[in-house]
């Protein structure tokens, strides 16, 4: 199984910046897609950026340019850098990982979900 330990959510002023991270460990064979998703109050949870084993990346539309996904497959962490932050982009967002595991079986583990807060 795989444990996620996320970090960095909080309150930041809008146009500010955060990083956000999130850690897997445990006992699998490899970690194959990192994603984070956002869920704003009273709306569907909705992805906002991916990044594969191999480093490919997707965003969503709306935060596209201002947002960067990337990975450190030493330490199995994802980030997310998030610039220019909008007052919209208050959500609770959660860290997805998909994993192998020794089976042969392909699993996906959530994070407990951070808080982020863009406010004046």
């Known amino acids: 199984q795989v444990q996620l330990v996320e970090s960095g959510g909080g309150l930041v002023q809008p146009g500010g910046s955060l990083r956000l991270s999130c850690a897997a460990s445990?006992?699998?064979?490899?970690?194959?897609?990192m994603v984070w998703y956002r869920q704003a109050p009273g709306k569907e949870r909705e992805l906002v950026a991916g990044?594969?084993?191999?480093?490919?990346?997707n965003y969503a539309a709306s935060v596209k340019g201002r947002f960067t996904i990337s990975r450190d497959n030493a330490e199995n962490t994802v980030y997310l850098r998030m610039n220019s932050l909008k007052p919209e982009d208050t959500a609770v967002y959660f860290c997805?990982?998909?994993?192998?595991?020794?089976?042969?079986?392909?699993?996906?583990?959530w994070g407990q979900g951070m808080l982020v807060t863009v406010s004046s």
């Open positions: 445990g006992n699998y064979f490899s970690i194959n897609d």
């Open positions: 990044i594969t084993s191999g480093g490919r990346t």
């Open positions: 997805n990982v998909g994993y192998d595991d020794y089976d042969g079986g392909y699993l996906e583990v």
